[in-house]
């Protein structure tokens, strides 16, 4: 990546600007600016999110917010309420009040003597949720939006529930939002830190019951959710997601309904001029030229810039740590692409007869019976949720998974095949239990029969006809049942075979239905979309500002393996995430966090599935020490989810505060 330090006006940073809100509430924000600004004012650029712009986000936030202020405007990085050096207290994520105080900041910024009255949102991840969130809210100042790895849908595209499945990462992040919502204002900000971080560790929630227990699309999720009402997105959005990612869905959502400019590239939860897997590409150059013409008015043509933009990735071996895709990059200029075929494919029984060589081909469609019940430790090489780098984070070999699934083989392929959009998956089945889901992946089978994952999708069979109103199944009942798999780029090499693998269980992806359940298959079909021909994008080359000045205190380390006890038989996904510990050369905090995972099941016991998180922050400076401890704990019995919690603060050798949670979830369709 190419560091860039010239800039086109002389920049002023203010490390710790006050944005007072109308209830009196301070928030921090960190703002880069021409130093000229007051006598030629200029545009802002906000982001606004929970996690931490004094050692949390800083790193990139110095790659990228004095690059965008060095082209003129001015860039602003908020400290929502109760987080960080802003004051205030939070309850959960994207509520009420976090987005009136985004209006609010977006208000005060264009009152602003240097502030030209034109105010843009970015963001990735939370960022990007609520800056689409504040779009649809619609502040007279905000002229256009930057949106990366988010949602348009709370239910039925984040981390908690995927197709009505219960996901893992719901009881993962309520622990990651338990720990890093722990950590006070740093002391040489606020001189009121201890009693603001003794207020934050009393009224910190313990979230991941509370979204477990909405398992239908009620109120709870659509507040937030902008599929609402597209039409309330009035200002032009550029949205961005990567295949390596959970959000890829999002950018086809908001090219389709608001009309927003699209790139999905190869990679993992990160913002793409620093992501992996490669190529990046210089995003804040697009970001730059997007700004320019939204809210300087320069004539640059992005509003012309292609509909999609999307790297296809070609067949390659698996790698859950892969750092470069090979592919190239299509430009789509209407979306839905006229380059698209939907083509139908037939699941059918086994040439023969053999169960493990059933046939996904274009014959008619025929009627037969296979079963789909499926160890519960399948899904160890499912990969995290949302990836942020190298750590086997991504899928792995899909093969071990295959092997325990219901599959479908295409012929070998004589010619390449690719793939832009999602595939739907029609299938007639019965279940012997209530409760119970589907998954479906999508392979690219090697020559030597390593398996890549090119999407996947999953359905919670009470939601077979409603998110809203979700019924369970009648035992013995065929249904049929329809859902899309996740949005793809691919494009398979001759040699290969596409496979498609059933299974019902996806563990930890899917936290695990009360009992085994035994699904009839009957029927199905796969409708692929097959492109052809269409554009060409040669993205610009990452660039940045200058990185941090920092020292490394204590190297990290990383470890992801599974563990079989040879004795239980029961199977685990043990990860290690050691950051290590570092100073910042600029204003003298050290911080360092430190998480271990263990996921463990019995292949034969649903109810066997324990989850066990620990997070460790720590703060310093001199003789100033602080540190936070959750442990996290989710089982689960036949009838409710039980997530246990521990949250710990030291004040040097001191234990300062200790407070356990402890809470059930009626298991109503999980």
């Not at 227990?213 to 959710?225: E, I, K, N, T, V």
């Not at 030597?448 to 994952?453: A, C, E, Y």
């Not at 020292?551 to 029961?570: F, K, P």
């Amino acid at each position: 990546m190419k560091t860039v330090n010239e800039v086109s006006r002389p920049l002023v940073e203010f490390e710790n600007m006050g944005i007072v809100m109308p209830d009196g509430t301070r928030l921090s924000a960190r703002v880069w600016m021409p130093e000229d600004a007051s006598a030629n004012p200029v545009p802002a650029v906000l982001e606004y999110i929970p996690y931490r712009k004094r050692d949390g986000t800083l790193p990139r936030d110095e790659l990228m917010h004095p690059y965008v202020a060095g082209h003129g405007y001015a860039s602003v990085r908020v400290d929502m309420r109760g987080n960080g050096d802003s004051e205030g207290l939070m309850t959960d994520e994207y509520t009420v009040q976090e987005l009136q105080d985004a209006c609010d900041v977006i208000a005060w910024l264009a009152a602003q003597p240097w502030c030209s009255g034109a105010v843009g949102m970015m963001g990735k991840s939370w960022g990007g949720f609520n800056c689409l969130q504040t779009a649809f809210l619609q502040p007279a100042a905000l002229k256009a939006v930057i949106s990366v790895c988010s949602t348009t849908d709370r239910f039925a595209d984040d981390i908690h529930f995927k197709g009505g499945c219960l996901l893992g990462e719901n009881f993962g992040w309520g622990a990651v939002m338990l720990s890093f919502s722990s950590r006070p204002a740093d002391p040489a900000l606020r001189p009121d830190w201890r009693a603001d971080w003794l207020a934050r560790l009393e009224a910190e929630p313990w979230l991941a019951p509370r979204w477990a227990s909405h398992q239908a699309r009620d109120d709870y999720w659509r507040h937030g959710s902008i599929c609402e009402d597209f039409a309330r997105v009035q200002v032009p959005v550029l949205s961005i997601g990567g295949w390596a990612d959970n959000y890829m869905n999002t950018v086809d959502a908001l090219v389709r309904n608001v009309g927003a400019k699209g790139i999905v590239g190869p990679w993992v939860h990160q913002y793409p001029h620093t992501a992996v897997p490669g190529p990046a590409i210089g995003f804040l150059q697009e970001a730059v030229r997007w700004w320019d013409r939204w809210l300087k008015g320069v004539e640059n043509g992005a509003e012309t810039d292609p509909a999609m933009r999307a790297y296809m990735l070609h067949s390659a071996p698996p790698d859950a740590s892969a750092p470069h895709r090979v592919g190239h990059w299509v430009a789509e200029a209407k979306w839905p692409s006229p380059n698209v075929e939907q083509r139908v494919l037939t699941l059918l029984p086994g040439r023969g007869g053999a169960a493990l060589n059933e046939y996904l081909g274009q014959d008619e469609t025929a009627d037969f019976v296979r079963i789909v019940s499926t160890p519960q430790q399948l899904g160890l090489s499912a990969g995290e949720f949302f990836p942020m780098g190298l750590n086997a984070e991504m899928p792995g070999d899909q093969a071990a998974d295959d092997a325990l699934s219901l599959c479908f083989d295409s012929d070998v392929l004589e010619h390449p095949v690719s793939l832009l959009g999602a595939a739907r998956l029609r299938l007639t089945v019965s279940s012997d239990q209530p409760l119970g889901f589907v998954v479906a992946r999508l392979c690219d089978v090697g020559p030597d029969g390593g398996s890549v994952r090119i999407a996947h999708g999953m359905l919670n069979l009470c939601h077979r006809d409603s998110r809203e109103t979700p019924q369970p199944m009648t035992p013995g009942r065929s249904e049929d049942v329809v859902f899309d798999l996740d949005q793809m780029a691919y494009r398979l090499a001759p040699g290969h075979r596409l496979r498609l693998a059933l299974s019902n269980s996806y563990w930890p992806f899917v936290w695990p239905s009360p009992s085994q359940a035994v699904l009839m298959l009957s029927q199905g079909s796969l409708t692929l979309p097959v492109h052809e021909g269409g554009g060409v994008w040669a993205p610009p080359e990452p660039e940045s500002a200058p990185a941090w000045a920092h020292r490394v205190l204590r190297a990290g380390q990383s470890r992801r393996y599974v563990e079989t006890d040879m004795i239980t038989g029961t199977q685990a996904l043990c990860v290690l995430e050691d950051g290590g510990d570092v100073e910042n050369l600029t204003h003298g905090l050290c911080s360092g966090e430190t998480l271990t995972e263990r996921w463990e099941i019995h292949p034969d016991d649903p109810l066997s599935a324990k989850a066990t998180h620990v997070w460790e922050q720590r703060l310093s400076r001199g003789e100033w020490r602080v540190r936070t401890e959750a442990r996290a704990v989710m089982t689960s019995d036949a009838s409710h989810l039980h997530m246990q919690a521990t949250l710990t603060a030291w004040e040097g050798e001191e234990m300062i505060f200790c407070r356990d949670f402890n809470e059930k979830v009626p298991r109503r369709f999980v």
